[in-house]
Structures are given as structure tokens and as C-alpha cells.
């Protein structure tokens, strides 16, 4: 039983397409797994991923490197701040979606952009990942001080509570974001999004699965919306695919 036929049986049970994660990454973390918990070949690794709900959580953990923190990437949220977000905000039915949001730290700190430049504005963001555990915690909105070391002391006293060893972000921005469980490689898209912020999920793709993605988040944006992708997500040949570029990390959906 090879690799190829362990990832059809996880899509077959477990309805995850791991065709589309970059095979070499993807089987080195796998093997590495599977070898923590001492089984000797992938039939015999599939059965206990089918007879153990916390290994398959464990399997899930691994697979989907739920790294992140408040404002990844200092320089591209200035820009964000200065330069996307002040325009945007003019559109009251202002529909943002961060997809693969992990522990809610990014979306978490676009409301606090938003919230900065129109309190209690007309906006939403829709927040969603493949991993329900790691939804769980952006729901409670609960940080240690390293997910937050990005943050002023300003910013942080006006959004958060401390209690106990951890903060909380406060209720006037956790009301702006809403999570919800979707899978980019199988779940529909939703329409009209001013702004997508997908960072530092598509590196772990296939370049096919990453076209497929483009293609599909060009459909989601409304006219001229924004793509917001992490530091080393280049989109080549973007203008094929219907973007223009305004700075790095940032497309805009060109007009048709
Ligand atoms: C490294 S984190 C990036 C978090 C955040 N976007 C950032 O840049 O800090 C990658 C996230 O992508 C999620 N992910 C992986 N595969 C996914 C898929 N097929 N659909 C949705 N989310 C996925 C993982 O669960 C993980 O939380």
C-alpha cells in the first residue's frame, strides 16, 4: 500500500483531498507522523486514523500548520491600512472573507483596523478554516503575549482584557468576525467580497490546485475587490488571470 493509495483512502473516509497539497512536504510529515506512533506501513497507520478520533485530530494538526499571529507581516498591514482599507470602507455593504484563518489572529486584526477607521462600522468578516479544533479557539478569542507580540501597547490595551496569563480580544471586534468550517480545495465560494485575505495556505497546494484557487477567488470578488496573499504566494501570470498588481501581496480583480 503506497502513499498514492493512503491518499485515496483519506478522501474516501475522511472526504479530504490531500491531491492537492505539494506531495514531497505533505508525505515528509505524514511519514513523520506515522512513525511517532509506531506503525509500521500506511494500511496499518489508515486504521488507526479510522479508529481513534484524537490521532486523526493529531493527523489534522500536522497537515494543516495552524502557525500564525496578530498583523503576520508588519509592512503589508501598514499597507493595508493606508492604502486598501480607507477606500473600501467608503462601500457600506463592506463583505470581507479571510479563508484559512487558523486561531483568528488575521481576521481578528482587520477588525482592529476597521474598527480604528470606522467604529462599529457596517462591515463583516467571514472567517473559515479546514480545522474545526483550531475554529474552537478563534472563537474564544483567547491569545498568548507571542501571537500578540506584533501589537502596540495601544492597540492592546483598547482591544483586549487581560486575565489570568492570557488575553481576550473584547467583544466590540469579535462581533465583527464570524467563523465558520469550509475546505478551499471542496467547499463552494461565496460572492461580492470587497476584500479576500488568503495568507500562507496556498504554499502548501499543488500549483493546479493553486490556478483552481485564483480562479475561484477571482469569481468571489466583486468588481475591483481585493486579493490580500502572504509574502511568498507570487501569483504569476496574474493579469491572465485577471488581476492587476498594486504591491506586493496585493491584486486587485481587473475590470472586465
Ligand atoms: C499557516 S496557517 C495561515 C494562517 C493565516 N492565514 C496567516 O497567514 O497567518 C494555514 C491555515 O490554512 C488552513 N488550511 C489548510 N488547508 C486548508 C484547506 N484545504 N481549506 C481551508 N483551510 C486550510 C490550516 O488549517 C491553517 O489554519
Known amino acids: 500500500m503506497d502513499f498514492t493509495w493512503f491518499k485515496e483512502q483519506i478522501k474516501r473516509n475522511f472526504c479530504l483531498d490531500l491531491s492537492s497539497y505539494k506531495e514531497k512536504q505533505l508525505k515528509r510529515r505524514i511519514d513523520g507522523l506515522m512513525e511517532r506512533e509506531k506503525r509500521k506501513d500506511y494500511a496499518d497507520y489508515l486504521h488507526l486514523l479510522l479508529n481513534s478520533r484524537e490521532i486523526y485530530e493529531k493527523f489534522l494538526d500536522t497537515l494543516t500548520i495552524n502557525v500564525t499571529e496578530f498583523f503576520r507581516d508588519k509592512v503589508m498591514f501598514e499597507f493595508l491600512e493606508n492604502n486598501i482599507l480607507p477606500s473600501l470602507i467608503k462601500n457600506k455593504n463592506l463583505k470581507i472573507w479571510s479563508?484559512?484563518?487558523?486561531?483568528?489572529?488575521?481576521?481578528?486584526?482587520?477588525a482592529?483596523?476597521?474598527?480604528?477607521?470606522?467604529?462599529?462600522?457596517?462591515?463583516?468578516?467571514?472567517?473559515?478554516d479546514i480545522d474545526a479544533n483550531i475554529l474552537k479557539t478563534a472563537m474564544t478569542g483567547k491569545y498568548n503575549m507571542e501571537c500578540l507580540r506584533n501589537i502596540s501597547p495601544r492597540r492592546l490595551a483598547r482591544f483586549f482584557y487581560l486575565e489570568g496569563e492570557h488575553y481576550y480580544i473584547k467583544?466590540?471586534?469579535?462581533?465583527?468576525?464570524?467563523?465558520?468550517?469550509?475546505?478551499?480545495?471542496?467547499?463552494?465560494?461565496?460572492?461580492?467580497y470587497s476584500l479576500i485575505i488568503c495568507r500562507n495556505v496556498i504554499i502548501y497546494f499543488t500549483s493546479q490546485a493553486q490556478n483552481q484557487l485564483y480562479f475561484k477567488f477571482y469569481h468571489s470578488l466583486a468588481p475591483e475587490g481585493i486579493l490580500f496573499t502572504g509574502g511568498s504566494e507570487i501569483i504569476?501570470?496574474?493579469?491572465?488571470?485577471?488581476?492587476?498588481?498594486?504591491?506586493?501581496?496585493?491584486?486587485?480583480?481587473?475590470?472586465p
Open 236 to 255: 504569476l501570470n496574474y493579469a491572465e488571470k485577471g488581476f492587476e498588481r498594486m504591491a506586493p501581496c496585493f491584486y486587485k480583480k481587473s475590470k
Open 99 to 110: 479563508a484559512g484563518c487558523a486561531n483568528g489572529a488575521e481576521p481578528y486584526s482587520v
Open 112 to 128: 482592529i483596523l476597521l474598527e480604528e477607521l470606522t467604529p462599529g462600522g457596517g462591515y463583516q468578516i467571514k472567517a473559515t
Open 171 to 192: 467583544e466590540q471586534v469579535k462581533q465583527k468576525v464570524f467563523f465558520k468550517k469550509h475546505d478551499l480545495l471542496k467547499d463552494t465560494f461565496g460572492q461580492n
